[in-house]
Each structure stands twice: as C-alpha cells, then as structure tokens.
C-alpha cells in the first residue's frame, strides 16, 4: 500500500486545520506531522507540504524543507493567506514553492483563505507595506471554512489517484 505524509507549517491553526482534512481524505496509509517532525521522508511515496502565505512568501522553514526533499519525490503543495483568492498574493506564493520544488515530482497545489489573528491583524495596521493585502484580510475571518475544507479533501482525492499514475518517462 502506498505510503503518504502530510506535512504543515502552521502558527495560527489554519494550514493545520486543512492538513488534518486532507490526512482523513487520504485514510489509513497516511501520517501526519508538523514540519520540524517528520523524520525520514524516504518512506513516503506522495507527500503533501502546507504552509501559511508570510509576506507574500513561503516561510523560511518550509522552504528549506522543500529543497531538501529527495529528487523525483511526488508532492503536493498547499497554502492558506490572508488575501482574496483570486488576488495574485495567493498564487504567487505557491509558484515560488512549485520553483523550490523543482527537483520534486510536484503533482498539484491547492489554496484558500485563512483567518488572521488579532495580533497579526494589528501589525498589519502598523506596517504600510502590507496595506494592499491588509485591507483584504477582515473579510478571511470565517475561512478556512466547511467549503474550503470540502475542496481540501477532494484536492487530497486528485493527489493521491495522480501519484498512482506512472510519471511521464524522464521526468523523475
Ligand atoms: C507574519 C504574517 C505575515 C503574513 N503575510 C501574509 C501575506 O503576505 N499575504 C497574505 O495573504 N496573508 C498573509 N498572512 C496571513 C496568513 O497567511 C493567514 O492568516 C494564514 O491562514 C495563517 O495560517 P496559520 O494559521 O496556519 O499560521 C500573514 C500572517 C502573518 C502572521
């Protein structure tokens, strides 16, 4: 039976929330772990990486983690921000981790809004360079929510019946 990991960065809840949907979609071959504890990676055969949008970026744990994955890994990538889903903060996070995992077998990558904190939100207000997205995030304040969790799950469901798939010749 093939094996997976799903593997998340969260400081507020919210990639949590999401990797623990996907880890009940995935089912009994799954595990799940914060990405300080995942120990070896080398047993799974489709992995999935959460991490929360921080400035405009992936944080710096998770990228490290993501260069350090074997080549030719299948994964999967997800993330949870502040901003609209439609607005390019969201993707563009997610296209620089699919460039970090370059060397991976990257298979799909999935995202939706997540709460912000109070205390985020107030540092926010304070800070001008976060105006544009800032203005964006009170109305995140019900998401993840029961639809962007359903999605989440069906997300899971692609991922893993396109690790079944044999990977196009060369390409691992
Ligand atoms: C320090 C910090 C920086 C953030 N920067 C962004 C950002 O640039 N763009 C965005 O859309 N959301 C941003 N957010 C919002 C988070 O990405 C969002 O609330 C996320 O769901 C938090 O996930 P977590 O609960 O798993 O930590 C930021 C949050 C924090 C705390």
Known sequence: MSKTLVVYFSRTGNTKEVAET????????????????????????????????????????VETFIKSLPKGKPIALFSTHGAFSHHPIARE???YAAVLAGHCRLLGTFHCRGRLSLQAMETLAKSPEHREWAEMAPSAASH????????AALFARHMKARSAEKSPAGRD
């Open 22 to 61: 996907i880890h009940e979609e995935v089912g009994r071959d799954g595990t799940i772990a914060p990405i300080d504890k995942t120990g070896p990676v080398e047993l799974y055969d489709l992995m999935f990486v959460g991490f929360p949008v921080h400035s405009h970026s992936v944080p710096f744990p």
């Open 93 to 95: 996070a997610l296209e």
């Open 144 to 151: 993840p929510d029961s639809h962007d969790l359903a999605e």
